[in-house]
T-cell receptor, first 113, second 115 residues
């Protein structure tokens, strides 16, 4: 059974710091991996989608990498801002099994002014 | 509309009542998903529709849960004889491509509270 784990569960850093959020998955047979952010009481907003053939994707201050062999993905946030405070979730799409994304539990990020 | 629209945004109901939750996906998106997010839990897959194909219902937790998608667009998730453990946020998502290629776009969710 595919499991997706995100560490740490919560992270608090001062504004301006660069930071890395981690996502690991047990089954390397994935089609893609997607990073989302969720603000309190809101739905999920897609940040980056990495196909299995890709190593990384970038959008503005965000960079996501994918290493299928080690079952890991990281989300790098540069020059963090208070507006980046949210819960960040990663989700992997399996090749085998049900047609769905398997989500991690998320990392709750707080950027302190 | 520009995004995935869900209604109602909040629903409070009494145990044993039936509820219907609606999802209007992004125009042109062929794939539609329902997920459930319970307090302190991750997102739980419920059901997936792709075009005119038979839906993947493998995530529905019991036979009290059902969903339909009419005309390949709007979807309704129905929960019969609601229980307190059904309280959660129900999220709908749509995608332009098939499940293994497309980026998912989520609605704001429908928060269900069963008293």
């Amino acid at each position: 059974k595919q499991e997706v784990t995100q560490i740490p569960a919560a992270l608090s850093v001062p504004e301006g710091e660069n930071l890395v959020l981690n996502c690991s998955f047990t089954d390397s047979a994935i089609y893609n991996l997607q990073w989302f952010r969720q603000d309190p009481g809101k739905g999920l907003t897609s940040l980056l989608l990495i196909q299995s053939s890709q190593r990384e994707q970038t959008s503005g201050r965000l960079n996501a990498s994918l290493d299928k062999s080690s079952g890991r993905s990281t989300l790098y946030i540069a020059a963090s801002q208070p507006g980046d405070s949210a819960t960040y979730l990663c989700a992997a799409t399996l090749i085998q099994g049900a047609q769905k994304l398997v989500f991690g539990q998320g990392t709750r990020l707080t950027i302190n002014p | 509309g520009a995004g995935v629209s869900q209604s109602p945004s909040n629903k409070v109901t009494e145990k044993g009542k039936d509820v219907e939750l609606r999802c209007d996906p992004i125009s042109g998106h062929t794939a539609l998903y329902w997920y459930r997010q319970s307090l302190g839990q991750g997102l739980e897959f419920l059901i997936y529709f792709q075009g005119n194909s038979a839906p993947d219902k493998s995530g529905l937790p019991s036979d009290r849960f059902s969903a339909e998608r009419t005309g390949g667009s709007v979807s309704t998730l129905t929960i019969q004889r609601t229980q307190q453990e059904d309280s959660a946020v129900y999220l709908c998502a749509s995608s332009l491509g098939r499940w293994n290629t497309g980026e998912l776009f989520f609605g704001e969710g429908s928060r269900l509270t069963v008293l």
